[in-house]
T-cell receptor, first 111, second 113 residues
């Protein structure tokens, strides 16, 4: 079955810096890659997703890139702000099947 | 507002006790999921249901059982709780007719003594 690895487990940046979180997946048939954000004490919420027919997707300060050949995808956050502090989870699945999540990255943005 | 709710929000129980966690949703979604979250281990799928008559094991189903009582209700049971089942449990829903987004409930924090 699918296995998703996520790095780093913790990431500390200064406000205004960029942050990058990387994930690798094992099943070449996976074609849907979402990212969820979980603020402290809250439920996970989808922030962005990408499908395998697209190499990059942007939404304001966040972007996701996908390298199908290498089977890895990354979340990029630019101009980080304190409210970006949270745990971020990547996931992978075949379309409309169950998600397999990574182990999470705790991002801390210091003012 | 259409939402996903979980009861109880917090629960302390003793080893060997049977406990049920409940999930209800008003989103009208067919698909429902149970995950557990542990520090450093992320979100791991326990069971999932793609419709009322469909129940599937996830990656860590041992020690758990589920019941899909209706489209809107999906319950998770621990038949005989053990301390390593102490975790944060999330229910989630999705509707493939619309999108692949999973909508999570607020979570149930369970402590097994």
């Amino acid at each position: 079955g699918e296995n998703v690895e996520q790095h780093p487990s913790t990431l500390s940046v200064q406000e205004g810096d960029s942050a990058v979180i990387k994930c690798t997946y094992s099943d070449s048939a996976s074609n849907y890659f979402p990212w969820y954000k979980q603020e402290l004490g809250k439920r996970p919420q989808l922030i962005i997703d990408i499908r395998s027919n697209v190499g990059e997707k942007k939404d304001q300060r966040i972007a996701v890139t996908l390298n199908k050949t290498a089977k890895h995808f990354s979340l990029h956050i630019t101009e980080t702000q304190p409210e970006d502090s949270a745990v971020y989870f990547c996931a992978a699945s075949k379309s409309f099947q169950k998600l397999v999540f990574g182990t999470g990255t705790r991002l801390l943005v210091s003012p | 507002d259409a939402d996903v709710t979980q009861t109880p929000r917090n629960r302390i129980t003793k080893t060997g006790k049977r406990i049920m966690l409940e999930c209800s949703q008003t989103k009208g979604h067919d698909r429902m999921y149970w995950y557990r979250q542990d520090p450093g281990l992320g979100l791991r799928l326990i069971y999932y249901s793609f419709d009322v008559k469909d129940i599937n094991k996830g990656e860590i189903s041992d020690g758990y059982s589920v019941s899909r009582q209706a489209q809107a209700k999906f319950s998770l049971s621990l038949e005989s709780a053990i301390p390593n089942q102490t975790a944060l449990y999330f229910c989630a829903t999705s509707d493939p007719r619309e999108e692949e987004t999973q909508y999570f409930g607020p979570g149930t924090r369970l402590l097994v003594l």
